[in-house]
């Protein structure tokens, strides 16, 4: 039979690295998953892979059975992918001026012209670079991974209200952003 | 009639139930704008890896944990090592004083109750002194160029402070020590000075080997706010004239 998440924990506790390389096989996919959501970019999904695994390895002390180890990694990675965010917010200052849905929309005569489907996905990926990290990752795991907000706020750091709080101002600017293929902006 | 907010329309997009909605068209019109926005929102696709990627995220997860591990080894080696430099040094300590001891017949006793300030220290007391000057300057040396190192990097995500860590990690055990010996000898600014400097070493040596923005910024402000740096300096310029004038001051 399989060895369960938390005996593998267990085996890597009493030194055993196979068990730790089970457990990297085991999750690095879903892992790399929520990473690419985040991080949008595949390059720094796979380092966030990295990072989560040596994080996890070094802190396997302080992991608690009562948390599935699934979570317990996957917070973990959401804070990486965190981490890599800001430091590239602080480099790329600037959103790039392709990714500017309003130079796109100036540039277009008339909406009829625009291609909606891949405009649709540039507009979406713009809005998303525009949010804090905290709101595309609380965005992300709500939107596209159903997490229930309890969850989410347990891996932000925050309480459900503020977790409500952080999605509804993602919504506000992807709103924003969509509001030329919609019609319709947040009021 | 009080409207649902914008904010808890986003909710009930997202399945949080609200009574209200159910005889209000305004609010389920506005839902409706919303969801015509988030339903048009996809997942983006994930580029899905090869079958070999687990087993490539081993083979580079692998490497960098035999690092990892030889990095434990070595700090754990110079733990021992600071431990070793301590006994070493109460060993020393604990020689001198007996031998200090013998030499104090009662004779001598009621000579050095009365010193003179013309009237050196004993010979003994001074090597004792010089033992722990000594020893103290290197000390702060270590941990001045711990703390400039810090207070001088620029704060960022994601900073390696390993190397730092593990040096604030290894003087820390002797911080102690050297606090506790300063305290009994009644070398005053000294004990001061390695008790302001205990509580940031031990915040230094227990932050994670990646450090945030944030967490380096505290560790910044904890230094200049207790004037640490400075401090260190204007200490060890003192440890270093005391210990020269016990250095040249003749024997008895």
Same mark, same amino acid.
């Given at each position: 039979m399989e060895a369960t998440d938390f005996e593998l924990v267990e085996r890597v506790r009493g030194g055993d690295d196979d068990a730790f390389r089970l457990l990297v096989e085991r999750h690095s996919r879903s892992i790399y998953r929520t990473a690419y959501r985040i991080t949008s970019n595949a390059a720094d999904a796979d380092d966030v892979v990295q990072e989560t695994f040596l994080r996890a390895y070094r802190s396997l002390s302080t992991?608690? *059975? $009562? *948390?599935s180890f699934t979570t317990w990694a996957h917070r973990i990675a959401v804070n990486c992918s965190l981490d890599l965010i800001d430091s590239r917010k602080r480099r790329d200052a600037k959103i790039e001026a392709t990714d500017d849905l309003s130079e796109i929309a100036s540039n =277009?005569? /008339? &909406? =009829? $012209? +625009? +291609?909606?489907g891949g405009q649709m996905q540039r507009a979406i990926a713009a809005a998303l670079k525009q949010m804090s990290g905290n709101e595309r990752t609380a965005f992300v795991l709500r939107?596209? =991974?159903?997490? &229930?907000l309890e969850e989410i706020g347990n891996i932000l750091g925050i309480k459900t209200n503020a977790t409500k709080n952080t999605i509804f101002r993602a919504v506000t600017k992807l709103r924003e952003r969509l509001q030329p293929f919609t019609g319709s902006a947040s009021s | 009639m009080n409207h649902l907010t914008q904010e808890e329309i986003v909710m009930a997009y997202y399945g949080e139930p609200f009574a209200h909605l159910d005889g209000c068209e305004e609010c389920r019109a506005e839902l409706g704008r919303i969801a015509e926005v988030l339903d048009r929102v996809e997942a983006p696709d994930v580029p899905e890896p090869d079958a070999e990627y687990e087993a490539r995220v081993w083979q580079r997860l692998s490497w960098r944990l035999r690092g990892e591990k030889k990095r434990a080894r070595r700090t754990e080696w110079m733990r021992w090592g600071a431990v070793a430099a301590v006994v070493v040094i109460a060993f020393v300590a604990g020689l001198l004083w007996k031998r200090e001891n013998r030499a104090d017949a009662p004779q001598n006793i009621a000579h050095r109750e009365t010193p003179s300030p013309n009237v050196p220290v004993s010979n003994t007391q001074q090597q004792r002194d010089r033992i722990l000057l000594v020893v103290v300057n290197d000390h702060f040396d270590e941990s001045e160029r711990i703390l400039v190192e810090l207070s001088n990097l620029k704060p @960022? @995500?994601?900073?390696?402070?390993r190397p730092e860590r593990d040096r604030a990690e290894a003087l820390l055990a002797s911080n102690r020590l050297y606090r506790r010996t300063a305290e009994g000898r009644g070398e005053e600014s000294v004990a001061t000075l390695l008790d302001d400097l205990e509580p940031v070493l031990l915040q230094i040596a227990h932050t994670? /080997?990646?450090?945030s923005a944030d967490e380096l910024r505290a560790i910044q402000k904890r230094v200049e706010a207790k004037g640490l740096v400075l401090k260190l300096r204007v200490v060890r310029a003192s440890v270093r004239a005391k210990s020269a004038v016990n250095y040249q001051q003749p024997n008895v």
């Amino acid at each position: 039979m399989e060895a369960t998440d938390f005996e593998l924990v267990e085996r890597v506790r009493g030194g055993d690295d196979d068990a730790f390389r089970l457990l990297v096989e085991r999750h690095s996919r879903s892992i790399y998953r929520t990473a690419y959501r985040i991080t949008s970019n595949a390059a720094d999904a796979d380092d966030v892979v990295q990072e989560t695994f040596l994080r996890a390895y070094r802190s396997l002390s302080t992991y608690d *059975a $009562r *948390a599935s180890f699934t979570t317990w990694a996957h917070r973990i990675a959401v804070n990486c992918s965190l981490d890599l965010i800001d430091s590239r917010k602080r480099r790329d200052a600037k959103i790039e001026a392709t990714d500017d849905l309003s130079e796109i929309a100036s540039n =277009e005569a /008339s &909406p =009829e $012209r +625009v +291609v909606l489907g891949g405009q649709m996905q540039r507009a979406i990926a713009a809005a998303l670079k525009q949010m804090s990290g905290n709101e595309r990752t609380a965005f992300v795991l709500r939107h596209f =991974e159903g997490m &229930p907000l309890e969850e989410i706020g347990n891996i932000l750091g925050i309480k459900t209200n503020a977790t409500k709080n952080t999605i509804f101002r993602a919504v506000t600017k992807l709103r924003e952003r969509l509001q030329p293929f919609t019609g319709s902006a947040s009021s | 009639m009080n409207h649902l907010t914008q904010e808890e329309i986003v909710m009930a997009y997202y399945g949080e139930p609200f009574a209200h909605l159910d005889g209000c068209e305004e609010c389920r019109a506005e839902l409706g704008r919303i969801a015509e926005v988030l339903d048009r929102v996809e997942a983006p696709d994930v580029p899905e890896p090869d079958a070999e990627y687990e087993a490539r995220v081993w083979q580079r997860l692998s490497w960098r944990l035999r690092g990892e591990k030889k990095r434990a080894r070595r700090t754990e080696w110079m733990r021992w090592g600071a431990v070793a430099a301590v006994v070493v040094i109460a060993f020393v300590a604990g020689l001198l004083w007996k031998r200090e001891n013998r030499a104090d017949a009662p004779q001598n006793i009621a000579h050095r109750e009365t010193p003179s300030p013309n009237v050196p220290v004993s010979n003994t007391q001074q090597q004792r002194d010089r033992i722990l000057l000594v020893v103290v300057n290197d000390h702060f040396d270590e941990s001045e160029r711990i703390l400039v190192e810090l207070s001088n990097l620029k704060p @960022e @995500e994601g900073l390696d402070i390993r190397p730092e860590r593990d040096r604030a990690e290894a003087l820390l055990a002797s911080n102690r020590l050297y606090r506790r010996t300063a305290e009994g000898r009644g070398e005053e600014s000294v004990a001061t000075l390695l008790d302001d400097l205990e509580p940031v070493l031990l915040q230094i040596a227990h932050t994670p /080997s990646q450090l945030s923005a944030d967490e380096l910024r505290a560790i910044q402000k904890r230094v200049e706010a207790k004037g640490l740096v400075l401090k260190l300096r204007v200490v060890r310029a003192s440890v270093r004239a005391k210990s020269a004038v016990n250095y040249q001051q003749p024997n008895v």
